[in-house]
């Protein structure tokens, strides 16, 4: 592969890396434990509304766009063994696909499909809500330093 266009990609992975980072870090840090201090029915009505808001491109650029270079990188890591960083580039190019992606689609997405089919007034959905906090939340955290480690170990791969 020629080294710009891996080049490149690898500062679109490890600065996407970073950035999808701090927003999961948010989550983990600040809106996750503001919801748990409102009640069930507006809690779920404003993560129902964030789950609509991050369909949108703002949102979706960064992750997906870091994803697809971290497809790259991990291609030209495995293509190229002679490179000194590959190991630390194919570990942070894993680390964002697997941490950030699947645990996404696998395991937040169908959690917050099934949030988004429950009216808030509803007793079951506040029954939902309470486990919801705590598993989502709890996974978040995976999310957060799975990114994290993304961003330092494709930094240094790079390096």
Known sequence: ????????AEVI???GSGLVAG????FSAMVMPSLRRQSAKRGIGVMQSINVAAITPAFLLPFVGTGL???VV???AVSDQSDPGAG???VGALCYLFG???VTGVYHVPRNNRLAALKASDPAAQAYWTSYLQEWTAMNHVRTVATLAAAVTLVLGAS
Do not use: E, Q, Y
């Open 74 to 76: 991990l291609v030209a």
């Open 100 to 102: 950030s992606l699947v």
């Open 88 to 90: 630390l580039t194919l």
């Open 69 to 71: 270079a971290c497809v």
């Open 1 to 8: 592969m020629d080294n710009t266009f891996v080049h490149v």
């Open 23 to 26: 927003v999961f870090l948010a």
């Open 13 to 15: 992975a490890a600065v």
